[in-house]
């Protein structure tokens, strides 16, 4: 049998494209394993990380709720008080300048007689302390997205 027999040749042509090819074939496969693993690692990272987020947003917004409970029962607890006329809203006033009879009766005012206390109903009372409420609630939630900003930030920041 000699070397230059077609057979031959046609054999070894064969057996150098088929090494190649399996080569081929097998380094692929194993890429492809390769990457799978690599995904599945930067998935469970990925999962720890959301994990910390979410406990980091979760306890910022239990603790805008907390806030905002014990704010509306002070808020309920005012209200009740300012209709039953326990607490009230006094805002000074300027005098009139129209000259008022002197009586021997009346006590002489002390200090500046310029100014006087002028008293808001209730309900008038209850809708401007309404109103700070609002914005008291307002400044809470601003603090809290704040928060949960820094705190995923810095959760973030130590992950890396």
Known sequence: MSIFNPWVILGFVLSVTMSFGGGYFKGKHDENVSQQLE?????????????ALTTAVTSTATALRTSNDKARQISKERDLAIASGALRLRLPVKASN???PASNDSPTPTGDSSQEGGELDATTAQTLIAITDDGDEAIRQLASCQQAYESIYQTLKEMK
């Open 39 to 51: 995904i599945a690692r930067l998935n469970a990272i990925a999962r720890t990380k959301e994990a």
């Open 98 to 100: 129209c000259p008022i």
